[in-house]
């Protein structure tokens, strides 16, 4: 546990919720990493969402999705889960509408012969929701996404790293294959402006996934 992060800061049920993710993240990482570094991630995701979330009792539930996934990217780093799968890491400024489309599309056409993760420079509380309903309008539901920063572990582990309007915040390191694709912000456009902007990232999408030489599942 974290010193930002005391036992005492939080209700019992979170505590409670804290405990019962950290215990499903040791047995997922059982042998990978120890207790001390699975509560140091878990509670450092809780920090990260806890001045913007929109409803407290989710807390832990999304303090648990990032920690695994940063873990994962972590192992990934340091060799300790051996995977060839490449992973595609998509940025914006938010994390609530263009990278969200660009990781639902990835992840419906490449259907686990990659990986597709999303991030934002300054992540927002919620998903926009036009962006939401377009996006299931094609049969596509990222209404359980979430915006969330990026990290160094989950920059480290991508091979390819998509930007779209993040600008200077956008980190850069050496040896990564980088694209920039320039895309209006549907931040606050209807659906019916926004459906433009997700067929064109599908169309981007589907370009990458032949660049990689990846399989496409319609």
Known sequence: MTPSTPQHAFALDQQMALRTAASRLQQRFE????????????????????????????????AERFARQRLTALARVEGKQES??????????????????????????ARGRAIGWSGGSQPTSEL????VEAMAEVGIDISGEYPKPWTDEILRAADVVVTMGCGDACPILPGKRYEDWVLDDPADLCVEDVRPIRDEIERRVLALLDQLRIPVSA
């Open 84 to 109: 060839t799968v490449p992973v595609v890491l998509f940025l914006c400024v938010h994390n609530a509408g263009r990278s969200q489309m660009a990781m639902g599309w990835f992840t419906f056409y």
């Open 31 to 62: 042998g990978v990493y120890g207790v001390e570094t699975i509560r140091e991630f878990l509670y450092s995701s809780y920090d990260e969402f806890a001045d913007r979330a929109v409803t407290v009792a989710w807390l832990p539930l999304l």
């Open 128 to 131: 926009t929701p036009a962006v």
